[in-house]
């Protein structure tokens, strides 16, 4: 699976718009951009994902490059809630079940 | 539909006894996926089961750590002779047969385990 990158930190002030950035350069063809969050200690939580087009669902938005080197989550109306680790995983999507490779991710923290 | 189940959410365990962590996967999913977390560090894969095969072992240590996903039944994460280094969150993760083919996972709340 191919390596991401992305900011150790963020702060949000809850009822804006949370852009989480996240550089994935080697991602190949059949890989998708997954986005899950971890409040507090608690199990992760799925977010989103998506292979090319732009992806939203009722938590966030999906926002890929045109070359798919890298992506943004974008949470479009922040709460206290939303303050998580925010993990951007690159992984083959359709087909194969597979194991998450999880990195350092971004500790977002909204505030009031 | 219950949501992945793990127990115990706490365990603890003095250096050299054993430690079972269980998980019951969602209604219908029969994949079944092992974590860890050390404190203040991303989850690390351990290993990935289907009913009663283990497909992907290759996050779990050499010695001392074993898992099942038995046919009926829960899966079992099996730690023998526990050391300090073992204290972690554990979390289990189930995913679908892949109808849709994207093996979405879900987690469990996790199981922490503390050696003293």
């Known amino acids: 699976d191919a390596k991401t990158t992305q900011p150790p930190s963020m702060d949000c002030a809850e009822g804006r718009a949370a852009n989480l950035p996240c550089n994935h350069s080697?991602?190949?063809?059949?890989?998708?951009v997954y986005w899950y969050r971890q409040i507090h200690s608690q199990g992760p939580q799925y977010i989103i994902h998506?292979?090319?087009n732009n992806e939203t669902n009722e938590m966030a938005s999906l926002i890929i490059t045109e070359d798919r080197k890298s992506s943004t989550l974008i949470l479009p109306h922040a709460t206290l809630r939303d303050t998580a680790v925010y993990y951007c995983i690159v992984r083959v999507g359709a087909g194969t079940a597979s194991k998450l490779t999880f990195g350092t991710g971004t500790r977002l923290q909204v505030t009031l | 539909n219950a949501g992945v189940m793990q127990n115990p959410r706490h365990l603890v365990r003095r250096r050299g006894q054993e430690a079972r962590l269980r998980c019951s996967p969602m209604?219908?999913?029969?994949?079944v996926y092992w974590y860890r977390q050390l404190p203040e560090e991303g989850l690390k894969f351990m290993v990935y089961?289907?009913?009663?095969?283990?497909?992907?072992e290759s996050g779990m240590p050499k010695e001392r750590f074993s898992a099942e996903f038995p046919k009926e039944g829960p899966s079992i994460l099996r730690i023998q002779q526990v050391v300090r280094g073992d204290s972690a969150a554990y979390f289990c993760a189930s995913s679908p047969p892949g109808l849709d083919g994207f093996y979405e996972q879900y987690f469990g709340p996790g199981t922490r385990l503390t050696v003293t």
């Open positions: 209604k219908g999913h029969s994949h």
């Open positions: 089961l289907q009913k009663e095969n283990i497909i992907d």
């Open positions: 080697t991602i190949s063809g059949n890989e998708y």
């Open positions: 998506g292979l090319k």
